[in-house]
Each structure stands twice: as C-alpha cells, then as structure tokens.
C-alpha cells in the first residue's frame, strides 16, 4: 500500500507537487576507491501539469535525473516522491507498480517490439495490468487518436512506419494507460525536423489535457517547447531560464 509521507494531509498548507527529489545523489563506485557523482544533492519540485524541458552536457546528469525521478534506478542518498509517495519506502514490487499507474516513458530509441504489431506494442503496458483484451484494444485506440495516429497502423510493424510514426505509436505506448506523468529522453533525437515538430506538438496537446512532462533534450528549439527549462552541470541544477517560444522548434519551420 502507497502511503503518503512527508507531507501534510486534509488541509494542507501547500499542493502535493506531482515530482518532489529531496537531496538526490547518485553515486557510483569505480574501484581503487575512486567514486562518480552522476547526481549532487538535487532538491527540486516539479507541479502537477508543469512541463519542464532538462539541458546540458553530456554525461552530466540529465538520463541518471531522469531515471531517478521514472523510479528506473534508486538513489544512493536522498528521497524521490511522486504525487506525495515516498518511494524509499516501497518494495520492486510496488515501485513497479508504481511506474506502471502514475508514469508513461518516452524513449530516443523509441524502444518497440518489431515482432510485434503496433496494436500489441501499446497495450503492453495494459497486458501488465492485467486489462482484459476487448477493453484494451478500445483504449489503444484512444491512445492512438490522441497523438494523431492512424488506425491503419494498428496492424502493422514498427518497421512498416517512419521514425516520426515510431515515436507518435511510443507515446501511445506511454499514455494508454493514462498516467499523470510522462517522461521523456531525447524524444526528437533520432528525427528530421518535420516529424520533430509533430511530436512536440503532440507533447503540447498533453500537456494542455493535464499531464505533466519531463523532458531531457540537447536541442535548444525543443527546449523552448517547454514551460520551464532547468540547466544540469556536474550533477547539480545550476539555474533555470525562461524558454523563448519565439525560437521553438513551432516557429522555425
């Protein structure tokens, strides 16, 4: 059972933010005695229906941040609330479960089963619940309208799609089962800038319904998509700037 833990209930003085991390780090350890610090004491909030875009360099924290905050990893030191849980608290078991009700996850890779139709690609996610078949095909479907999909992709293979039509069939992947956050790495990496700007468009129409999104990206025109951008240096959060929308990706072709 999920217990909420370290915030107030009935009549609470301030809104359960839908992502808390209280002092993150990540440590690995090299051998020799020698340690890697992918993250440096994070604290950060992020609130229901925000939509924040993470940048900077290579091999500084933004996937380990991402990780942390989608329950794929757990941190050495520190606390990962999502929606008020206290996931130090839970089992694998029960993280899992977790990851599967409250979190759709977007990847660069998009990250699909190519034995597999598009239909049985999205309701995965459906199947680990446990949703019995006829109502899991009513909601791949609705998944699939809500991203501009085409029925006629249904029963086809990943590999019978362009990268764009990839990526939109991946976030219905991650929204089938309608979880209240949506993360995403790199989701535009692998994509012309057409198809890029059809899924930043799909994030948007997301994030209007509600959901709130994370998003690791390299590209500043992507960024800017974004309500908040929050820049990541050595594994620390050095500062926040206000995205541009006139230099999005919505208004460069």
Same mark, same amino acid.
């Given at each position: 059972?999920?217990?909420?833990?370290?915030?107030?209930?009935?009549? /609470?003085?301030? *809104?359960?933010?839908?992502?808390?991390?209280?002092?993150?780090?990540?440590?690995?350890? /090299?051998?020799?005695?020698?340690?890697?610090?992918?993250?440096?004491?994070?604290?950060?909030?992020?609130?229901?229906?925000?939509?924040?875009?993470? /940048?900077?360099?290579?091999?500084?924290?933004?996937?380990?941040?991402?990780?942390?905050?989608?329950?794929?990893? %757990?941190?050495?030191?520190?606390?990962?609330?999502?929606?008020?849980?206290?996931?130090?608290?839970?089992?694998?078991?029960?993280?899992? %479960?977790?990851?599967?009700?409250? #979190?759709?996850?977007?990847?660069?890779?998009?990250?699909?089963?190519?034995?597999?139709?598009?239909?049985?690609?999205?309701?995965?996610?459906?199947?680990?619940?446990?949703?019995?078949?006829?109502?899991?095909?009513?909601?791949?479907?609705? *998944?699939?309208?809500?991203?501009?999909?085409?029925?006629?992709?249904?029963?086809?293979?990943?590999?019978?799609?362009?990268?764009?039509?990839?990526?939109?069939? *991946?976030?219905?992947?991650?929204?089938?089962?309608?979880?209240?956050?949506?993360?995403?790495?790199?989701?535009?990496?692998?994509?012309?800038? $057409?198809?890029?700007?059809?899924?930043?468009?799909?994030?948007?129409?997301?994030?209007?319904?509600?959901?709130?999104?994370?998003?690791?990206?390299? *590209?500043?025109?992507? $960024?800017?998509?974004?309500? %908040?951008?929050?820049?990541?240096?050595?594994?620390?959060?050095?500062?926040?700037?206000?995205?541009?929308?006139?230099?999005?990706?919505?208004? #460069?072709?």
């Amino acid at each position: 059972m999920f217990m909420l833990q370290g915030f107030k209930m009935m009549g /609470m003085e301030e *809104a359960i933010p839908a992502i808390r991390l209280e002092n993150v780090y990540k440590i690995y350890r /090299m051998g020799d005695g020698l340690e890697f610090r992918a993250l440096n004491g994070i604290s950060l909030d992020i609130d229901r229906g925000d939509y924040v875009a993470i /940048m900077g360099p290579s091999g500084h924290g933004k996937t380990t941040l991402l990780n942390m905050i989608g329950l794929l990893d %757990r941190p050495t030191m520190g606390k990962v609330y999502i929606e008020g849980i206290d996931t130090s608290l839970l089992s694998d078991e029960e993280l899992s %479960r977790l990851r599967n009700k409250k #979190l759709g996850f977007v990847f660069q890779q998009y990250n699909l089963v190519n034995r597999m139709s598009v239909l049985e690609n999205i309701e995965l996610p459906l199947v680990i619940r446990g949703i019995p078949r006829s109502r899991r095909v009513k909601m791949v479907i609705e *998944a699939l309208e809500k991203i501009g999909g085409d029925r006629e992709w249904l029963y086809k293979r990943p590999t019978q799609l362009s990268g764009g039509q990839q990526q939109r069939v *991946a976030i219905a992947r991650a929204i089938v089962g309608d979880p209240d956050i949506i993360l995403a790495d790199e989701p535009t990496g692998n994509l012309d800038t $057409a198809s890029s700007k059809i899924i930043m468009e799909t994030f948007e129409r997301l994030n209007k319904m509600g959901k709130t999104i994370v998003m690791v990206t390299h *590209a500043h025109d992507i $960024a800017n998509c974004a309500k %908040r951008i929050l820049l990541i240096r050595d594994g620390v959060i050095r500062g926040e700037v206000r995205p541009d929308r006139s230099k999005s990706i919505f208004n #460069l072709i």
